[in-house]
């Protein structure tokens, strides 16, 4: 475009901004006059009860946490494992996570527990740390503990090797 005449582009960039201040204008006009027919605002009622949305629900008892120390089969591949003990009071923060008292490889052999997997050692390309990853720091964001409580849901879950097998 060196050297030709660049006032078409400047023209036509001037009416396309022109244009759209003018449809802004439009849209801001009638929505101003359409909210103000005097029609209240609708309050989409709630999908979990009656409630008021601003009142506070009476929140049920925690389950009994399952403290067995027995490790769960897991349902499916690459499935987090469940927390088979109690974590009441661990502290999980920036600054200390008392998971790794006794799940880093240099605790295990005195704990008894099971080490952290390999996987919580590797960052987003793959490359090993000598330490846990900071996104895999926080435990109970994958890892829950067991309760025993009755399902909130009906659980139609089947296992991959059962599917097609007859009972």
């Given at each position: 475009?060196?050297?030709?005449?660049?006032?078409?582009?400047?023209?036509?960039?001037a009416?396309?901004v022109?244009?759209a201040?003018?449809?802004?204008?439009?849209?801001?006009?009638?929505?101003?006059?359409?909210?103000?027919?005097?029609?209240?605002?609708?309050?989409?009622?709630?999908?979990?009860g009656?409630?008021?949305?601003?009142?506070?629900?009476?929140?049920?008892?925690?389950?009994?946490?399952?403290?067995?120390?027995?490790?769960?089969?897991?349902?499916?591949?690459e499935?987090?494992?469940?927390?088979?003990?109690?974590?009441?009071?661990?502290?999980?923060?920036?600054?200390?996570?008392?998971?790794?008292?006794?799940?880093?490889?240099?605790?295990?052999?005195?704990?008894?527990?099971?080490?952290?997997?390999?996987?919580?050692?590797?960052?987003?390309?793959?490359?090993?740390?000598?330490?846990?990853?900071?996104?895999?720091?926080?435990?109970?964001?994958?890892?829950?503990?067991q309760?025993?409580?009755?399902?909130?849901?009906?659980?139609?879950?089947?296992?991959?090797?059962?599917?097609?097998r007859?009972?």
């Amino acid at each position: 475009m060196r050297g030709q005449d660049r006032s078409g582009h400047r023209l036509m960039r001037a009416r396309t901004v022109l244009g759209a201040a003018l449809a802004a204008c439009i849209v801001l006009v009638f929505g101003a006059a359409f909210s103000q027919e005097g029609t209240p605002v609708k309050i989409v009622p709630r999908l979990t009860g009656t409630a008021q949305p601003m009142e506070l629900d009476k929140v049920p008892a925690l389950g009994r946490p399952v403290v067995d120390d027995v490790r769960r089969m897991r349902n499916y591949p690459e499935q987090p494992p469940v927390i088979p003990h109690a974590i009441d009071g661990y502290q999980l923060t920036l600054n200390t996570n008392r998971c790794m008292d006794c799940h880093k490889r240099e605790f295990t052999e005195g704990s008894g527990a099971p080490m952290i997997s390999v996987t919580h050692f590797q960052d987003r390309d793959g490359q090993v740390l000598s330490d846990v990853t900071p996104r895999r720091y926080f435990c109970t964001a994958c890892h829950v503990q067991q309760t025993d409580v009755p399902p909130l849901v009906q659980n139609t879950f089947q296992d991959a090797k059962d599917i097609g097998r007859k009972r």
